[in-house]
């Protein structure tokens, strides 16, 4: 069994109660765009081709290295996802009448406490108690159902 599949198995024994998984498909991505808001304003001196680099930038990169190991095909989709995450945030500071962080932190707590209201309702501990990497794991359990939908393999 491939590693990925291993992860997605695990993960998912904790993800079985209707309500959870639907939580998880509401909140698990707003905590994926909150964290990457969050590490977006944080600024880095450096300006490449008239864009500052900032830290979501490169935990990006580092993550579709991670997910590229678990299966090319899946870091292809979390890519996509990732990106929009990142046009997001620049549209956000560029736009909004509310800092990027302030956005981001809004959002990252509302959804964690819909996470763990999930968690409760499940009757389980979330996955993340056991790995940290199931912080990971859980973006592309989703993905998972998508590509599945699409009839893509992993």
Request: aromatic share 16%.
């Amino acid at each position: 069994m491939p590693a990925i599949q291993q992860w997605l198995k695990e993960y998912g024994e904790s993800h079985q109660n209707t309500t959870n998984k639907t939580i998880h498909w509401i909140c698990v991505p707003a905590i994926f765009f909150a964290i990457v808001g969050l590490l977006y304003s944080i600024k880095l001196p450096f300006v490449i081709t008239g864009h500052r680099i900032n830290v979501a930038m490169i935990a990006f990169a580092l993550i579709i290295i991670y997910y590229f190991l678990l299966s090319k095909t899946l870091s292809v989709g979390m890519f996509l996802f990732g990106s929009i995450c990142l046009l997001l945030c620049h549209l956000i500071e560029l736009k909004f009448f509310m800092p990027l962080w302030s956005v981001a932190l809004i959002i990252f707590v509302a959804a964690w406490i819909g996470q763990f209201y999930g968690h409760k309702v499940e009757g389980k501990k979330p996955s993340f108690l056991k790995d940290l990497q199931f912080l990971l794991i859980g973006p592309a359990w989703l993905m998972s159902f998508i590509y599945q939908r699409l009839g893509i393999k992993l």
